[in-house]
């Protein structure tokens, strides 16, 4: 079975862009989440999606948005892009949204803002 | 207060030794699932071993065991037979069974560092 798939893998954007990462989550998993990995803040969680909806979010102002479709995958937005956005984004799935699932990690994406 | 806690930022062990990693939880959820991962340098998170709440028995798989303390709530990852490549990032994470779905908690890591 292949696993979580994150595209593209490296971006380079200038502040006030904006920018769309992919993820394509394990077949069958319905749950998808998204971390910010920074060398100063480590790991963030930025939201989860569920079936379409968006169960859980984190701390991040309204610039960073989501989306997932009916076939699992998911987009993640982030406009008027910050120097300080410059991190690697990870992708996780799960199976369901409930109980004790293993999160599978994709690649992520390494986003550089200039 | 901190959900996850690895008090080890960097360790270095030999390699052919075993190795443990620190990592203790705080929650007050009888339901949780604790996990480590594994990061190396490329950035991806690999999924290394899993141990429930309700587990009876510590997790193992091949080189990796889980020491479950419960009552300490401490979940540390040993590492047997050290190699080279398990020079990378550790992290510590737990989902709890019925808060916030599906969200995990992770710890700050612990790069380990496996010497020749």
């Known amino acids: 079975k292949a696993g979580v798939t994150q595209t593209p893998r490296y971006l380079i954007k200038t502040r006030g862009q904006q920018v769309t990462l992919s993820c394509s989550p394990i077949?069958?998993?319905?749950?998808v989440s998204w971390y910010q990995q920074t060398p100063g803040q480590g790991l963030q969680f930025l939201f989860e999606?569920?079936?379409?909806?968006?169960?859980n979010k984190g701390n991040f102002p309204g610039r960073f948005s989501g989306r997932q479709f009916s076939n699992s995958r998911s987009e993640m937005n982030v406009s008027t892009l910050e120097l300080g956005d410059s991190a690697l984004y990870l992708c996780a799935s799960s199976l369901t949204d409930g109980g004790t699932d293993t999160q599978y990690f994709g690649p992520g994406t390494r986003l550089t803002v200039l | 207060a901190q959900k996850i806690t690895q008090t080890q930022p960097g360790m270095f062990v030999q390699e052919k030794e075993a190795v443990t990693l620190d990592c203790t939880y705080d929650?007050?959820?009888?339901?949780?699932?604790l996990f480590w991962y594994k990061q190396p340098s490329s950035g991806e998170m690999i999924f290394l071993i899993y141990q429930g709440s309700y587990d009876q028995q510590n997790a193992t798989e091949g080189r990796y065991s889980l020491n479950f303390q419960k009552a300490r709530k401490s979940a540390n990852l040993v590492i047997s037979a050290s190699q080279l490549g398990d020079s990378a990032m550790y992290f510590c994470a737990m989902r709890e069974g019925h808060d916030n779905f599906n969200k995990f908690y992770f710890g700050s890591g612990t790069k380990l560092n496996v010497k020749p």
């Open positions: 929650t007050s959820d009888p339901s949780y699932g």
């Open positions: 999606y569920f079936s379409e909806t968006q169960r």
């Open positions: 077949s069958g998993h319905r749950s």
